[in-house]
């Protein structure tokens, strides 16, 4: 069945940049919107970006022009670079895959701005 790992979290002064990486099974990636959310403590889960197999992206207004989703099919694998991150950005970061009705979640990579 599905699967998606996260990785490329870490600690980060803020202005910094971090780009995570998340890994999907089969041809996952290319096949369904790919996302990118985030959660903090005492929050409500947050749509971060979105990219349909068509290669449309979509941007919450908080990290417009700051931030980049992109997908490598041949590696089943989407991206989110984050540049001039800010304490705001502090959360668990997580990977959606929805196909249809259907959606499937990883595991998160923590996300840290602090100076």
């Known amino acids: 069945q599905v699967q998606l790992v996260e990785s490329g979290g870490g600690l980060v002064q803020p202005g910094g940049f971090l780009r995570l990486s998340c890994a999907a099974s089969g041809s996952v990636v290319s096949s369904h919107t790919m996302g990118w959310y985030r959660q903090a403590p005492g929050k409500q889960r947050e749509l971060v970006a979105t990219?349909?197999?068509?290669?449309?992206?979509n941007y919450a207004d908080s990290v417009k022009g700051r931030f980049t989703i992109s997908r490598d099919n041949a590696k089943n694998t989407v991206y989110l670079q984050m540049n001039s991150l800010k304490p705001e950005d502090t959360a668990v970061y997580y990977c959606?895959?929805?196909?249809?009705?259907?959606?499937?979640w990883g595991q998160g990579t923590q996300v840290t701005v602090s100076s």
């Open positions: 959606n895959a929805r196909y249809q009705f259907y959606g499937y």
């Open positions: 990219i349909t197999s068509g290669g449309s992206t």
